[in-house]
């Protein structure tokens, strides 16, 4: 069984000003990287706004779409940037998620992978922050749980970046465990080891600048000895790629290999409880490390996959 690839079009029409790092190239780098990859290729399906009210209330998503302009740019804060064709690219990164988990607990894929931007992990209730619009793979996880019946979906992020959005969304369904790896101090400041959820499901486990991927690897070995203890029925992945020792962003001293590694620990890790996984891009903002490290990533899904 092939790996199932989500994408479109739409996600190289989501426009930030010149030199900002959430670019239009993040998306061409990825699917260059994996031209020549034998995948299942859909189009990424646009989200009704039924997908988005389960983790954002209906003002928050009507103050989106409101904000996006018919021309030029528009400032939602201080880093986050919506142009004409944003809103289009948000709702495909969010039903590309949805159309993963439908696919792979149909049995259609064993392994799914969501090549869109922007990103969605920083984006919290009612709040867009962080180069995000919407919690991405906090509604995939909710579609998982309340439109599929299960009982325990596990989300892991191991973005540079500590998933604030994700966590908040989660932070009171205790059928789901979030868990994360991140530097810390580094924006947006949140993810202490002490912020563990309202029923102790989520975990968070922040990094020093300057750690390395052996530190990577131990961490989220520790993080999926939980996972397995959690014996998930889905794993849902924030795959940013900015801990990578090449990015501008951020201080951590990882490898492309390192995301390989811990690509294939998840794997194994989700095989436990017969797991299947559905990952989703989020950060990774030095277009030749995010090329090498998403196939990384996505080789390691396609071992899983078969």
Excluded at 103 to 117: C, E, H, N, P, W
Excluded at 253 to 276: G, K, L
Aim: charged letters at 20%.
């Amino acid at each position: 069984m092939t790996l199932r690839l989500y994408t479109h079009p739409a996600a190289s029409q989501h426009l930030t000003p010149p030199g900002h790092p959430e670019q239009v190239a993040r998306h061409k780098a990825v699917l260059e990287a994996l031209a020549d990859l034998p995948l299942d290729r859909q189009d990424a399906p646009l989200a009704d706004d039924a997908e988005l009210l389960r983790c954002h209330p209906q003002a928050y998503v009507d103050r989106i779409r409101a904000a996006i302009p018919d021309q030029g740019l528009a400032m939602l804060d201080g880093d986050t940037h919506v142009s004409p064709g944003s809103l289009d690219a948000a709702l495909r990164a969010v039903g590309g998620a949805c159309a993963s988990v439908d696919a792979v607990l149909a049995g259609q894929a064993r392994s799914a992978f969501v090549a869109m931007r922007p990103p969605g992990h920083h984006a919290e209730r009612e709040t867009a922050m962080g180069f995000c619009l919407f919690g991405t793979v906090a509604i995939a996880a909710k579609r998982a749980l309340d439109h599929h019946g299960l009982d325990r979906v596990a989300v892991l992020d191991f973005d540079v970046h500590h998933g604030n959005g994700t966590q908040d969304l989660l932070w009171a369904e205790k059928r789901a465990f979030f868990a994360s790896s991140h530097q810390m101090p580094l924006y947006p400041g949140s993810g202490a080891a002490g912020e563990t959820g309202l029923y102790g499901q989520v975990m968070n486990l922040p990094l020093r600048p300057g750690s390395d991927g052996a530190v990577a690897r131990a961490a989220w070995g520790r993080i999926l000895d939980r996972m397995i203890e959690w014996q998930p029925q889905l794993v849902i992945v924030s795959a940013g790629f900015d801990a990578h020792a090449d990015d501008p962003l951020a201080q951590l001293d990882w490898q492309d290999q390192d995301f390989a590694a811990i690509t294939r620990a998840i794997c194994d890790a989700a095989a436990h409880s017969a797991a299947p996984v559905v990952s989703c891009l989020e950060g990774g903002y030095d277009l030749a490390a995010l090329g090498r490290s998403a196939r990384a990533h996505v080789e390691e899904l396609m071992e899983h996959a078969g």
